[in-house]
């Protein structure tokens, strides 16, 4: 987390649990990729937590690289991906899953770019105030058109799904988006991950509503 080592730590116990609460409930194996995203935002969350290490021990900072690019994987190159798909599993509306299937689409080209960044630029990393700043090699006409992207694949997409209270979770993102973006402009990256890892706790909810509508409807077939 952008906090403190031990807030990461802390976030990444608490997403652990909520991540085994959700994978518990499902009902189908199309849920599953949706059900894991507070488990996979667990691990990131670790991760970052020995980035902190790597940066406030000098003894560690030869293993910094290992931690850096991992949370960046999640951050830059998961996301943009799993969120469409796991979506896409879940949905039952035919018209809109076609629509996910355009966004796969993007997030692959878009995951693709940020892995083949990764590997060929370097990725600068500093703590700022109770923060961690990490800065990549992009120039203002690039970061303008990926984080339009980003924001599209990531934030959109819950806002496309019929499933129920599934555009909560899009707001809630969403507003994450806006205060990461206005007030941590210099660690807009870490604070926003952080954000994105709490709010996924709600996947939770939305998996427990959508079971247990089913089961509702199971019971009624069954009474007729």
């Known amino acids: 987390m952008c906090f ?7 976030a990444g116990i608490i997403l652990a649990v909520s991540g085994a609460v959700a994978l518990k409930k499902v009902n189908h194996s199309s849920q599953i990729m949706f059900a894991s995203m507070p488990l996979l935002f667990s691990i990131q969350q670790f991760t970052e937590g020995f980035v902190w290490i790597t940066l406030t021990h000098p003894e560690y900072a030869h293993l910094q690289n290992i931690p850096i690019y991992i949370f960046m ?16 599993f879940i949905e039952k509306n035919q018209a809109r899953k076609k629509i996910f299937l355009l966004l796969i689409g993007a997030g692959l080209l878009l995951s693709g770019y940020h892995f083949y960044r990764a590997i060929y630029y370097e990725i600068h990393v500093s703590i700022t105030p109770n923060h961690i700043a990490y800065r990549l090699d992009f120039n203002l006409i690039q970061k303008t058109i990926l984080a339009i992207s980003y924001f599209s694949l990531t934030i959109i997409a819950p806002f496309i799904s019929s499933i129920k209270r599934m555009p909560y979770l899009g707001i809630l ?3 994450s988006f806006l205060i990461s973006k206005i007030f941590f402009t210099d660690s807009f990256i870490s604070v926003w991950c952080f954000f994105a890892a709490i709010i996924s706790v709600v996947v939770v909810l939305i998996i427990n509503k959508m079971n247990t509508k089913f089961l509702g409807v199971g019971r009624e077939l069954r009474q007729r």
Do not use: R
């Open 4 to 10: 403190s080592t031990e807030a990461s730590f802390s």
């Open 173 to 175: 993102i969403f507003c």
């Open 73 to 88: 994987f999640f951050a830059q190159t998961l996301w943009p991906l799993w969120v469409p798909i796991s979506l896409y």
